[in-house]
Every structure is written in C-alpha cells, then in structure tokens.
C-alpha cells in the first residue's frame, strides 16, 4: 500500500460483555467497537485534461438531416415507451415492455430479437448483423421505480410534454432513468440505417428488466450468449450526463452493492408469535419493532456514520495513480453548494468538504437503511404491539471489498451481538466495476464529447450500482456509460428529460442527443 495512501483501517477495542442466556436478553453475547472510518487521503498528481484527446472529426450531416426532419416521429417513440409502465418491483406492465422492445428491435432489421427466460422477469437479447469489423454490445434495462401518482405534477405514465425553466421537458416514470436515453439511442440507430442501409458496427444487445431489483438473473441472460458477447469490443449504456451549462460527467465504473431485508419476529424467547396483539401487553411481552431496532443499531456508531461490522474496511482498494490523476481532474469542478442544493443537504459527514468530502464519495462503503415498518401507520390510533418489523438495508461497495464476505460478516456480527434470531434475507449482491481511461472506447466518446463542446469531467466512478462487473469482470469489455442530455428525477417524483432546451441552457435538446449518439457509434467503428 502506497505510503501516500493512509487508511486508518478499521480498529476495533472491544469491551466484551458477559454472554446472555437467550436473544431477548438486553445485550445478547456483545462486542461493543469502537470503529473508524478509513482516510484516504489525495495524493499529487498531474490531473487528466479530457480536453488533450482530439475531438471526433467525422461527417454526418445527412444522418443529422434525417433526425431533424423526424423528430416529432422521434418524441413519439419516446413517448410510447415511457406510456408502458414497467415497474418491476410490482410485476406492473413488464413482460409488455419487453414485448415492445423485442419488437422495435424486429422492426429496426435486428436479424435476431427474442425474449430471454430467467428466473426472474424476461431478458432481451437482439443481434444486428452489419458485417461491420466492430461489434458494439449494448446494455439496456427497461425496468422503472415504482410511483406514487399524488407526488407528480403530471400522471407519472402519461409521458406528458412540460414547460420547464430549463426548457420542454418529457416527464415520466423512466424519462432518464433509464428508457428516454435508451430509445433515443435506437433513433439514432434507426436514422443511420434510414439513410445508409446498415450500421458501421455490429450491435449486441441484451437488456433486463431487473436492474431495479438488483439485477438478481442478469447472469442468466448473459449465460445464454456468453461466447458471443465476449468478442465484442465494448458496451456502451446510453446515459443521460450533461448539466444545465453543457458540462458533462462521464463515470469510468460503478460501486458494487449487497441489499438485504432483516426481520424480527415473535418466537419462542419472546413477542407475539401469531399476530399483533394489544399494546398494553408490553409490560410483559418483547416487541419485534424493538428488537429490530436495536440490531440495527448495533451495526453502526450512534450517528450511523461508521460500520461497526469488524473488518468491513479492510478489503478497500485504495487509488491507483490513474485514479488519482482523474480525482485531481475533477476537484476543479467540484461545487459542493450545488450539489448540496440539488440534494437539499446542508452539511456533510463529520463536516467533510473538498477533496476529503469526494474521496469518502468515491472509496467509502454505505449501510443505508432504505425503509423499515412494522405495525400500524395509518391515520388516528391503533394502540398495538407488532408481531413482526422489517427493514431493508443496502451498502454500497467501493472496489475491492467482496459482496458475499461482506453479506456474511454483517450476518455473523448479527449473531455475535447476540441477534441470531433476526432473519435476514439477501436481495442483491454483485461487485464494483472499473473501466480504464486508456481504452480506446473511452477516448472515442470523450473526443465525441469534444467535437459537441460539452466540457467533459471524468470521474473513477459513480457511487451508485449498476452490474457492470458482468462486462468488465466476467466478459473482460470496457464499458461506457455516457451520452448527451440532461435529466433529473430519477427515482423520485416528477422525473424528466430535457427535448428543446430554453435560451441559455446549454445542455442537449432531443436532436443533439441523437446526433451524440450517431457520431459515437461512428467513433467506436475506428
């Protein structure tokens, strides 16, 4: 390890208490730690200048001309996707969303697309056969986040066009996240093949419908066609990247997740074991919402800042000198206060800012509990004693730290903390992922990028998952995930991509996105 490079690595002084003899009792067999988070701290060097890469010089105007003359026909694709509901979640209009797209894909001229079987919701595969030297995989997810209709402006699935101060926004359930970049990808594809007949790349395709799951049977698509995805030279996921001013941030990889429920029930050591009963028994009953509560506190510091998991931190790969160089690159554009408005925080973790608040960012383990009920939470009173709480939990993994080691020290923690009695139900697990700025996918979208004038900011990685590891691990491909355009919302009410910007915003209107697209998939044809 670098001597650059200081983790304060997970130290444990333990106060072992006296083992209890059942799991209701107060402490269960505890070890109380007190934990610290790893620092990483940023090591000098010279900042990578996106700006040092040529900008892509290729001609295209009839294509351009194509999409200009067709973009109303264009929004209308867009808008027929966003109308299908897919909330996978709830199994809410899936399989038809699939359907849709393994039909676009038929009527584009893919000679292949079919529906793949898993365990789970179907996959997609298609196959366009331009007998191109170059094959380009693209990922696709056609799963949405469920919704709540009265948080909206607009019905969530009515794929509605809204006048915004950024300009004429498409809002929806999926608008950015992800179908609105997707489908824009396929226009351009389609308006490349209308004006030359073919493409200059082969296109592999294989989509899911579980990426808001956790892509828990992605594998199992990828199983199928292994062999052929794997001479590929790249996998491009169509991303909506752009800020309000043209800039654009162009992540090389993705942390890993583990996602779990835990449970607490009433059983033989204490609690209601049948049904809820009336809250006046507490006197003399243990509660399950308790007992869940406690567990979960025990898994972190009183301020739920530092994991108390005993080597949780250990496995985390510090920087490499190429990501140190990214890191550098991008502190010139790192404004916190915007940031900081857009989540509606004021203040980070222990008052981080700069270079300390990106580098917990960027290399810092989560456990995050996502929502946790039990009982009655409805209007007026219900006085009641729960037999049974729930909570669902994820922690986001920085690369190097394994997601089934970590599933199992938290679940053997649990059970130290004398909470082997709490269920717990893995969700979700799969790795980090990490793209190099060297390859030549990379470099062809940057100088993309350029030729667009979208000032380009390139980070190691994004803090949230995605199963890229399935390319970069398991297929050995370099992945982009990237593209022209503006978008918010995602995950949350009113959800939108920008199509006509207003006067002022620099960002890319639904033809420039477009127009990005068909110049990088002419790039990557180099």
């Known amino acids: 390890m670098s001597s650059s490079v200081r983790p304060v690595l997970c130290c444990f002084m333990a106060l072992v208490l006296t083992a209890c003899g059942s799991p209701g009792d107060e402490a269960g067999t505890a070890?109380?730690?007190?934990?610290?988070?790893?620092?990483?701290?940023?090591?000098q060097a010279p900042a990578f200048d996106p700006?040092?890469?040529?900008?892509?010089?290729?001609?295209?105007?009839?294509?351009?001309?194509?999409?200009?003359?067709?973009?109303?026909?264009?929004?209308?694709?867009?808008?027929?996707?966003?109308r299908q509901p897919s909330i996978s979640a709830q199994d809410d209009g899936v399989l038809e969303?699939?359907?849709?797209?393994?039909?676009?894909l038929e009527d584009m001229g893919f000679a292949e697309a079919e529906l793949v079987p898993t365990d789970g919701h179907p996959g997609v595969w298609g196959y366009y056969d331009a007998g191109a030297e170059k094959t380009l995989m693209l990922y696709m997810m056609?799963?949405?986040?469920?919704?709540?209709?009265?948080?909206?402006?607009?019905?969530?699935?009515?794929?509605?066009?809204?006048?915004?101060?950024?300009?004429?926004?498409?809002?929806?359930?999926?608008?950015?996240?992800?179908?609105g970049p997707e489908r824009a990808l396929l226009n351009a594809l389609q308006s490349i093949i209308d004006v030359h007949g073919t493409l200059p790349v082969n296109i592999m395709l294989a989509a899911e419908g579980e990426e808001e799951l956790g892509s828990p049977h992605y594998s199992q698509i990828i199983d199928k066609y292994e062999e052929r995805l794997k001479q590929a030279d790249g996998v491009l996921f169509p991303f909506n990247s752009q800020d309000r001013d043209g800039g654009m941030t162009m992540s090389l990889g993705v942390k890993g997740i583990i996602y779990f429920e835990l449970e607490a029930r009433g059983n033989e050591n204490g609690g209601p074991m049948k049904n809820e009963i009336h809250g006046s028994y507490k006197a003399m009953v243990d509660a399950p919402a308790w007992r869940l509560t406690q567990a979960l506190a025990s898994l972190t510091t009183a301020d739920g800042n530092t994991i108390r998991v005993p080597g949780y931190y250990d496995?985390?790969?510090?920087?490499?000198?190429?990501?140190?160089?990214?890191?550098?690159?991008?502190?010139?554009?790192?404004?916190?206060?915007?940031?900081?408005?857009?989540?509606?925080?004021?203040?980070?973790?222990?008052?981080?800012?700069?270079?300390?608040?990106?580098?917990?960012?960027?290399?810092?383990?989560?456990?995050?509990?996502?929502?946790?009920?039990?009982?009655y939470t409805g209007e007026g009173v219900k006085t009641i004693l729960p037999h049974v709480a729930t909570a669902k939990v994820d922690s986001r993994l920085p690369p190097g730290i394994d997601p089934e080691r970590a599933l199992t020290s938290i679940r053997n923690y649990l059970d130290a903390q004398g909470f082997a009695d709490v269920v717990m139900r893995k969700k979700s697990a799969y790795p980090a992922a990490q793209t190099s700025i060297e390859a030549p996918l990379v470099r062809a979208a940057i100088g993309v990028f350029n030729r667009h004038q979208a000032s380009v900011r390139v980070q190691p990685r994004l803090a949230g998952s995605a199963p890229f590891y399935q390319f970069t691990e398991r297929l050995k491909l370099p992945l982009v995930f990237t593209g022209l355009g503006l978008g918010t919302g995602a995950h949350g009410p009113n959800e939108f991509m920008l199509i006509k910007p207003a006067e002022g915003v620099k960002a890319a209107g639904l033809a420039e996105i477009e127009k990005g697209?068909?110049?990088?998939?002419?790039?990557?044809?180099?």
Do not use: C
């Open 31 to 43: 070890v109380l730690a007190q934990a610290v988070r790893p620092v990483f701290q940023l090591k």
């Open 51 to 82: 700006a040092s890469i040529p900008a892509y010089d290729g001609d295209h105007a009839q294509v351009y001309s194509h999409i200009d003359q067709h973009l109303d026909e264009h929004l209308a694709h867009l808008q027929r996707w966003l």
């Open 97 to 104: 969303m699939a359907e849709l797209l393994r039909q676009d």
């Open 142 to 179: 056609y799963d949405v986040q469920p919704v709540n209709p009265d948080d909206w402006q607009v019905p969530p699935f009515a794929g509605a066009l809204v006048d915004h101060e950024l300009g004429s926004v498409l809002m929806a359930r999926g608008a950015t996240n992800q179908k």
């Open 315 to 375: 496995d985390i790969r510090p920087p490499s000198d190429e990501e140190y160089s990214l890191i550098n690159g991008m502190l010139g554009s790192w404004d916190e206060a915007e940031i900081k408005q857009q989540l509606g925080v004021e203040r980070w973790v222990d008052g981080k800012t700069g270079a300390d608040a990106l580098m917990d960012y960027l290399y810092m383990p989560t456990l995050n509990i996502d929502g946790m009920w039990s009982g």
């Open 517 to 526: 697209y068909v110049d990088l998939v002419y790039a990557l044809s180099r």
